[in-house]
């Protein structure tokens, strides 16, 4: 079976310090990763997505990169947090041969203090 | 473009309340619909899909259809649980391409 994980799950970082996270798939091959954020209080926001290796689409313009050096592992990046960074990240996977369920890690709460 | 929208919250109901969570869409074409929950301080888990008109989508107890004709996908329940205390969103995503466009979340509270 499949499964997803995501680290760490909670990190407390000081302004102006480097962020990475993490993320990797199991039990697929070639699928599509996602990197949202879920500010306080607020709905989803899609960062970023990957169709494949070296391959990433940016939504929104922001202090965040995220880049896929395998299949199966995701890594959202910032060289310089600003407070506003703070939120609950949430790493997804789709495997486009088996439909388009979209399934979500557990997620990370970074505070940027 | 495509969206959805939600209800807005929070919703708060007796336990064995009826729920019903609405939400409509506007998208081209046919895109498949899902209802995800999040449990406080956790991830977002799958609870129910349909991928076509009519197909109606069910999971403990929760059920959507999906009406094309009212582009709408409402959740609902017969008899909630204290344990159903979560926030709920509603998501469309196609077939090709890579995005899932989410509501803004409904948070339902059930109070014993």
């Known amino acids: 079976s499949q499964t997803i994980h995501q680290w760490p799950a909670t990190l407390v970082q000081p302004v102006g310090s480097p962020l990475s996270l993490e993320c990797t798939v199991e039990g697929t091959s070639n699928p599509n990763l996602y990197w949202y954020r879920q500010a306080a209080g607020r709905g989803l926001q899609l960062l970023f997505y990957s169709v494949g290796i070296g391959q990433i689409s940016s939504e929104v313009p922001q202090n965040l990169s995220a880049s896929r050096p395998q299949d199966r592992q995701f890594i959202l990046s910032s060289k310089k947090l600003l407070l506003s960074d703070s939120g609950f990240y949430l790493c997804a996977w789709r495997d486009i041969t088996k439909g388009n369920t979209i399934y979500f890690g557990e997620g990370s709460w970074l505070t940027v203090v | 473009g495509n969206s959805v929208t939600q209800m807005e919250g929070p919703v708060t109901l007796s336990e064995e309340a009826f729920l019903t969570i609405n939400c409509t869409y506007t998208?081209?074409?046919?895109?498949?619909l899902f209802w995800y929950v999040q449990y406080p301080g956790e991830g977002l888990q799958l609870l129910l899909k349909a991928t076509k008109a009519d197909d109606k989508g069910s999971n403990k107890g929760f059920e959507a259809t999906y009406r094309k004709e009212t582009t709408s996908f409402h959740l609902e329940k017969g008899s909630v649980q204290v344990s159903d205390s979560a926030v709920y969103f509603c998501a469309l995503a196609y077939n090709q391409g890579g995005k899932l466009i989410f509501g803004q979340g409904t948070e339902l509270s059930v109070k014993p």
């Open positions: 998208a081209t074409g046919y895109p498949s």
